[in-house]
C-alpha cells in the first residue's frame, strides 16, 4: 500500500534531528574511503611521510565554498588525497575503525560497508580486504554495530580487475562478513558497463549479492532496463534518472528492486541541476515502493544517516512514523542472511 507524504496543511509533526538520530537505523550504501571524516585524515597525516602536503590538499575540498555544488568531476578528485594517507595495513585498520565508531555514534546498528580492494606498496589487495574484516570482527561488539562488507568494482577498472575482485569475494565470503559486490565509479560512458555482465552471472553463481550504481548520471537508463531484464540487481545504487524510461521504470517497480538514495550526494552530483523540489524521493515514496536512504560518502560530503533522514522530513514533512518506515524498508533489504 502506498504511503501518501504528510501534506502542508496537516497537524502531524515534522520528525525532528533528536528524534531521528534516537532511533537505530541501518545504513546500506556507504563507501569506505568516502566516509573518513577530516578528522580521521588529521589523524593519518601525522604517521605519513608525506601526510601535512596530503592533508593539505584535502582541505581545499573540505574548506571549498559550499553555496557552490561541485562538478562531478571535483568529487571523483576529492577521493585522491584521501586514499593517498590510508598507505599502511595501520591506516586501513585505523581510518576503518574511525568510519565504524563515527557510524554507531549515530545510531546506526546495521552498517554494509563498500570498498574497492586496494594496493600499495605497504600491502596487497588480498591483505586489504583481510585488515579491514578483522577491524570489523575487532570492532563490532564493541561498539554495539553489525558490520557487512560488499567489495567494489570500479567501472573505470579491466574486466580482468574485476574478475580479480570477484575472486577476493568469493575467498572472503565464508567469513560472512562480505555478502556481496558493489558496482561504482565514474559511469559516465554506461555502454562500457555491459562488458562486466559476465562478472555479475559468476558472483550470483557463487551466492553474492550486487548492489549497482544505475542511472546515477543520465544515458544509463538502456544499460540499466538490460541488466534489470537479465536479474542481475539486487538493489540500484542512486537511480536518479530511472523515470526518464518508462519501460524500465516499470520493470523497477514490478520487480521491487530498493533503490538506494542519497540525497545530499544526488545534489551535488548533479552540480546545482537537482533541487529537492524535484528529487525522485517523492514519487517512489508515494507508490510505496522499498526506498533505501543513505549517506553515499558521509566523510566527502560531511553528512550521517541521521541528516541525510532529516533533510527529506524536513522538506517532504515527514513524521517521525514515516521515518520509522524508511528505516523498515532498510532492514528488509540488507544482504547479510542473518
Excluded at 565554498?65 to 562538478?71: A, E, F, G, H, L
Excluded at 573505470?156 to 572472503?172: G, I, M, N, R, W
Excluded at 549479492?209 to 544515458?219: N, Q, T
Aim: hydrophobic share 40%; net charge negative; charged share 20%.
Amino acid at each position: 500500500m502506498a504511503a501518501e507524504l504528510v501534506g502542508c496543511d496537516t497537524q502531524v509533526a515534522i520528525a525532528s534531528r533528536e528524534q531521528i538520530r534516537a532511533l537505530p537505523k541501518t545504513e546500506l550504501h556507504a563507501h569506505l574511503s568516502g566516509s573518513i571524516s577530516l578528522t580521521t585524515l588529521e589523524r593519518l597525516a601525522v604517521d605519513d611521510p608525506e601526510g601535512r602536503t596530503t592533508l593539505e590538499e584535502a582541505r581545499v575540498w573540505f574548506g571549498r565554498d559550499k553555496s557552490q555544488y561541485p562538478t562531478a568531476d571535483q568529487i571523483f578528485a576529492a577521493f585522491g588525497p584521501v586514499q593517498r594517507l590510508v598507505w599502511s595495513e595501520q591506516a586501513v585498520a585505523l581510518s576503518t575503525s574511525a568510519v565504524l565508531a563515527e557510524f554507531a555514534a549515530d545510531n546506526v546498528t546495521y552498517l554494509e560497508l563498500r570498498t574497492g580492494p586496494r594496493q600499495t606498496p605497504a600491502f596487497s589487495a588480498r591483505q586489504y580486504v583481510s585488515t579491514i574484516v578483522d577491524t570489523i570482527r575487532q570492532c563490532e561488539q564493541r561498539l554495539g554495530i553489525t558490520v557487512r562488507l560488499l567489495l567494489s568494482l570500479n567501472a573505470q577498472h579491466s574486466v580482468e580487475k574485476a574478475y580479480e575482485t570477484l575472486q577476493l569475494a568469493v575467498d572472503f565470503k565464508s567469513t560472512g562478513y562480505v555478502v556481496g559486490l558493489d558496482y561504482s565509479g565514474d559511469n559516465r560512458s554506461p555502454e562500457a558497463s555491459l562488458r562486466f555482465i559476465p562478472v555479475f552471472q559468476q558472483a550470483r553463481q557463487s551466492g553474492l549479492k550486487l548492489a549497482l550504481h544505475l542511472c546515477e548520471f543520465p544515458g544509463e537508463e538502456a544499460v540499466a532496463e538490460q541488466l534489470v531484464d537479465l536479474k542481475l540487481v539486487d538493489r540500484i545504487g542512486h537511480g536518479i534518472f530511472i523515470s526518464r524510461s518508462e519501460s524500465l521504470l516499470r520493470k523497477v517497480q514490478q520487480a521491487r528492486i530498493p533503490i538506494e538514495l542519497c540525497p545530499t550526494s544526488n545534489l551535488n552530483t548533479q552540480g546545482g541541476v537537482m533541487s529537492m523540489s524535484d528529487y525522485h524521493f517523492e514519487h517512489w515514496f508515494n507508490i510505496g515502493h522499498p526506498i533505501v536512504v543513505c549517506t553515499d560518502d558521509a566523510g566527502i560530503f560531511e553528512t550521517s544517516l541521521t541528516d541525510e533522514l532529516h533533510l527529506l522530513a524536513s522538506h517532504f514533512q515527514l513524521s517521525i512514523g514515516q521515518v520509522q518506515k524508511l528505516i523498515e524498508n532498510s532492514r528488509a533489504a540488507v544482504f547479510s542472511p542473518s
